[in-house]
């Protein structure tokens, strides 16, 4: 047998891997995960979902959200946006969840969180009025399942994209402002809502920057202004020649834009800002208006949202 003879290169087997072609790329799925405190309204936010042409799964247990994912990659851009409603029902959450959301980061596939949250004495009058028991008040009051849940959601509330408050709102305000967060343009840039509110009547707890101009004059003292509001032309022209609010607004519509530069860069598409007086009236409101012309005159989708006009 001669040694030097060159063996013939080997002939690929019909069936073999070598015929097999590449395997088209999956199209990107969008996925939000829609949680947050029971009774705080997350019917309400899949329903409006599901209008907004997302496949919606609810009462998904975390563990099942990458095969979820994975099976929606597999359809060929068919279902390219879906929505899973996962909650404490599930007793592994937190750290089912927390595992869940790491094997998507590590395929690559970014998820937005959608929290919902009410104040304690809200979710127990809702809870009371359909006369069912919290999913982990066990034997205890329904507050203590409401706390209970709380301390179970702390982190999850801390990393979601979209935080809303529903303590005031009811069905159809809702389901707005899930409207504004998730329809087609929120997937461009960052959407902003510019919240006046009043001290007195608390802090918006939904709110992702929070601003105080109590430093500017009042014109609830200023008799001819009272009435009127900061929507109206002689309290915008007052609250904005007071020194020092020209110059506010200078620097805080440029810290905005440091802001939303980087809420884009790390995939965040919603945020809220809060502009806080007295009473949520006069200086709030015509702030949050200014900042909120400068935001569109520099390319951002805004809407604003006087929480406390008209309550005095």
């Not at 790329?25 to 969008?30: L, N, Q, S």
């Not at 205890?140 to 979601?160: K, M, S, T, Y």
Request: charged share 25%.
């Amino acid at each position: 047998m001669d040694a030097t003879r060159e063996e013939a290169p080997a002939v690929p087997q019909e069936g073999s891997r070598q015929d097999e072609p590449e395997a088209p790329a999956r199209p990107p799925v969008e996925l939000v995960l829609v949680t947050g405190m029971s009774g705080a309204g997350r019917s309400t936010a899949a329903n409006t979902l599901e209008d907004l042409g997302w496949y919606v799964v609810d009462n998904l247990p975390p563990s099942l959200l990458p095969r979820l994912a994975d099976l929606a990659s597999r359809t060929a851009g068919s279902v390219p946006r879906m929505a899973a409603v996962v909650d404490v029902r599930s007793l592994a959450f937190s750290l089912d969840l927390r595992a869940a959301l790491e094997d998507l980061a590590g395929v690559g596939m970014t998820v937005r969180t959608l929290f919902l949250e009410a104040a304690d004495d809200v979710l127990v009058r809702r809870f009371e009025s359909v006369r069912r028991p919290h999913p982990l008040q066990e034997g205890g009051r329904i507050l203590d399942g409401i706390q209970a849940e709380r301390r179970l959601l702390e982190d999850v509330r801390g990393d979601a994209d979209v935080v809303l408050d529903t303590s005031a709102l009811n069905v159809h305000q809702l389901a707005d402002a899930v409207r504004r967060a998730f329809d087609e343009a929120a997937s461009h840039g960052v959407r902003a809502t510019v919240m006046s509110f009043g001290y007195k009547y608390g802090l918006p707890v939904d709110a992702d920057l929070v601003v105080d101009c109590r430093f500017l004059p009042n014109p609830h003292w200023v008799p001819t202004l009272r009435p009127q509001t900061g929507q109206d032309p002689d309290v915008r022209d007052y609250v904005l020649s007071r020194p020092g609010a020209r110059e506010f607004v200078d620097r805080f519509s440029d810290v905005l834009g440091i802001v939303t530069d980087g809420y884009e860069r790390e995939g965040k598409h919603y945020a809220t800002l809060a502009v806080g007086c007295t009473g949520g009236k006069h200086r709030s409101v015509a702030i949050s208006e200014e900042l909120a012309r400068r935001l569109r005159a520099a390319g951002a989708e805004v809407t604003v949202v006087h929480r406390d006009l008209g309550r005095e």
